[in-house]
């Protein structure tokens, strides 16, 4: 039964993905039926490709020392719509530019809005933060209310954050009138995630479902366990196993220097 081997690297964390597909050996493995999603069924997926691509994201570009920060409004400043609510995050992205400019640097972000239930509204970020950029100076930057930060720690592997990013833009991302395509947005200086391996893999029975360090990294990667499963997934029907290597003794800021 052929199958598919991926892995991606994303900053010190490696994705590794074994899984069937139709493409691939059809003969050989019969697959459950598919189903027919109901509308929110279909969100919790689209929900879970979504938190993925972020997490590779934030993975890839963030580390320990950078930081998630929340800005939140005055009840008198809140904006009246969706559209001048993305005006006050665009000049607070012009504003921060011109900061980190001052200090010999470039600012990489990911952006995410939030809308509340009973109509409170929050902007999310993920930003860098190089030597030379003070809290203050990026609490000066928004004028429109308080702004909370929360320091990335030094486990590299961000995928609890973006989880919680994409839940706190579901509501925002269901409004009509929504100004984003995406649940998020990101500036365009930010490093992709890299495919190290993908390829077919011939094979007389089902793949080894247990997770392994690949021997050339053994000794530089150890198995989070956290994030090790398995299951069928819900569009192809096909079975699948996935695992993640983290690196070990990541550098200060958690990402590479290569």
Known sequence: MPYVYKMVKTGQVIEIRKYYSSRYGKKCKKRDKRKSFT???????????????????????????DVHIVLDYDPKKRPKDNEEMREHINKFLRELRKV???????????????????????????????????????????????????????????????????????????TEGAMQKKRWCCSRNMKQPVVLVEKIVKNKGWYNRIAVVPKKLQGKYYIDEDMTREGIHERTGYPYFAYTLIKINTSKKGLDKE
């Open 100 to 174: 980190y400019k001052k200090a010999n640097s470039v600012l990489k972000y990911v952006s995410v809005m939030e809308v509340g239930k009973k109509g409170a509204r929050h902007h999310h970020l993920v930003i860098n933060v190089p030597e030379g950029v003070r809290e203050r100076e990026i609490m000066h930057t928004w004028n429109y209310g308080r702004v909370h930060f929360n320091y990335l720690d030094k486990h590299p592997n961000y995928a609890a954050l973006a989880d919680y990013l994409i839940k706190q833009s579901s509501n925002y991302f269901r």
């Open 39 to 65: 509308k929110e069924e279909q969100l919790v997926v689209n929900e879970r490709v979504a938190a993925q691509k972020l997490r590779w994201k934030i993975n890839s570009n963030f580390g320990y020392g």
